[in-house]
């Protein structure tokens, strides 16, 4: 870049900033990672924009400047991250035609959240100061927050933000104070502050709340009250409901994901601009790519630059057997496996109540054959293939491990082992029913319970296994159980043990004394593809 071209973007800084913005307050733009952020092919990774804090961006290509969106996590404002929580999110935006900036903040639970929104300022500032660098119109920008990220982002409408046209809410708290299980302990004050409701003012941006119609964290009566004050006094807000829906939109169903285009087409309303279609931009990243033709199932995946065959991880997301998708839950890993010098393909796979466990073992099967069969594309070894479950998925990976000892090793991160442990009655909703398709708890169910259980498919001669379990949270007993049942047995495994960890590695994200999982892990499956 010429000194020339350096003065005129330092001038168009200040400017767009309307001179407030000292040098200093505007860090220069330096992509810390040019493979972004490992879930969108052609991102920019590691931004930083205040202090050691960082953010991801995304640009689509082309002259045009569609409208840009601050991606804000949620994770109850003690985890998650720019990668967390928000995977589905980042891919809606991205083929809507849309830019988005998603965005790492300090975390310090509710008690803290001032520092957070002092951190997205910072953030939006970032934004807005470097547009003229990003490529993006610095008065076409919306925020978008889910969970405590949409309280947050909230908050930040209602200081009327230059360059903020709208704000778009997903499972948000409204009113922390109604909610016991978050004003415990705080003062009246804080909690006052800390409420959206209560900061509502006349000229906020247009809100689009949505949420979940089943919501028993934060209910949705809450959320459609905050949206009909915002009318009352003068704003724009559109309630939508999801009916049937949960607090966290990651855990939504795929019945439910019709919120999404509802989402783009609020967003194309009330901008004016219909954002050009999505091109796809070339990267180490290869995005849906067909595995299962029949089913119509597809993978991600990342393909390392290297001379020969690499090892492969195939990555398998959880969801309780009914949600989620290739780029839910487990994007905390993608980045590690890379940087390893890793290939890993990240699944799609069907989902009950419309398919059975067989089922989705079945896929699993799919995608290794798939993965092999397609070594040479791909340059893997397929002599060097390790599988990858979390949760529900743990499961999967387990119960396969249990049947091919042709893979070089398996890692299920708080997996289930013994479905007889879980399964007390046949309701609609039990597992009983929804994966195996049985309606009466007798002993011919408990026999079936028992063959998808891995528990009781364990062998001495299953490929090594590395197990991941926070101590924090219910299925570690069953962690406990299956390695003693394993040790019994003779069988090569290892147990990782995260002190007081709760249930998900996207709640490990901001937590560096659960994140040091992420370089075991690593380290195993390089000790196990030598």
Known sequence: MTGARRAILAVAAVVIMHGTAAAQSCPALQVGNPDGNYIIPGGQGEIHYSGDLVLDAYVQRGAARPPSVIVIHGGAWTSGSRVAHVGQILEVLTRAGYNWFSVDYRLGGLARFEDSLADLRAALAFVRCRAVEFGIDPNQLLLLGEDSGAQLAALLAAEQPAGVVGAVLIGGIYDPGALATLSRGLDRDLLARASPIARIVAKMPPLLVVHGGADDEAPATNASRYCSEVVQRGGRCQFLEVEGASHRSENWWPTQWTYKRAVVEWISSLTGVRA?????????????????????????????????????????????????????????????????????????????????????????????????????????????????????????????????NSLAGVVSFYGVYDFTAMVTDASPRSLLVRLFRRRVLDGASRAELRRYSPLYRAHKDMPPLLMVNGTGERLWTQAQAFSQRLTALGARHEVLALEGAPHGMENWEGHPEWMSYKRRVVEWIREVTR
Do not use: C, M
């Not at 991600?300 to 997301?317: E, R, W």
């Open 276 to 404: 050009a279609a999505h091109r796809p931009r070339d990267a180490a990243i290869r995005k849906d790519i067909v595995y299962s033709p029949s089913a119509h199932l597809q993978l991600d995946a990342f393909l390392p630059h290297a001379a020969g065959p690499v090892p492969a991880v195939i990555v398998v997301h959880g969801g309780g057997w009914e949600a989620g998708d290739k780029v839910t839950y487990v994007t905390p890993l993608f980045e590690p496996l890379a940087r390893a010098g890793l290939a890993w393909f990240s699944i799609d796979y069907r989902l009950t109540p419309a398919f059975t466990n067989q089922d989705q073992l079945d896929d699993l099967r799919q995608a290794i054959r798939f993965v092999r069969r397609e070594h040479e594309r791909f340059n893997i070894d397929p002599a060097r293939i390790v599988l990858v479950g979390e949760s529900a998925s743990g499961q999967l990976v387990t119960q396969i491990a249990a049947a091919d």
